[in-house]
Nanobody, 124 residues
Framework: QVQLVESGGGLVQAGGSLNLSCAASGRTPNRYIMGWFRQAPGKEREFVAA????????YYANSVKGRFTISRNNAKNTVYLQMNSLKPEDTAVYYC?????????????????WGQGTTVTVAS
């Protein structure tokens, strides 16, 4: 089992920034990816960004590319999501997820473990 705990959500004005963190613990496999998803009220959960723990790099949804940056600290088993130039449409509950896969995937059902979510609200 892998436990994921997110933090860093909050209320921010449009154009502002937030940095989300996701700490992983438990039996993390040797090859796995860490991703961020979000779900706005009344909408489906959507992929935001993911990072291959083996160092193959990051992948972003087009809607956040150039504004969000995913990074990691292997020593702390933590992945971060730096969100800049936030827009009201970024308002959602943000979830951290982990998949025991060697390549990055964007479909939620491929991810086995999920955090409890952290709420991001961007005021216009």
């Amino acid at each position: 089992q892998v436990q994921l705990v997110e933090s860093g959500g909050g209320l921010v004005q449009a154009g502002g920034s937030l940095n989300l963190s996701c700490a992983a613990s438990g039996r993390t496999p040797n090859r796995y990816i860490m991703g961020w998803f979000r779900q706005a009220p009344g909408k489906e959960r959507e992929f935001v960004a993911a990072y291959n723990w083996n160092g193959d790099g990051a992948y972003y949804a087009n809607s956040v590319k150039g504004r969000f940056t995913i990074s990691r600290n292997n020593a702390k088993n933590t992945v971060y999501l730096q969100m800049n130039s936030l827009k009201p449409e970024d308002t959602a509950v943000y979830y951290c997820a982990s998949a025991n896969l060697a390549i990055i995937v964007t479909t939620p059902w491929r991810y086995s473990f999920w955090g409890q979510g952290t709420t991001v609200t961007v005021a216009s």
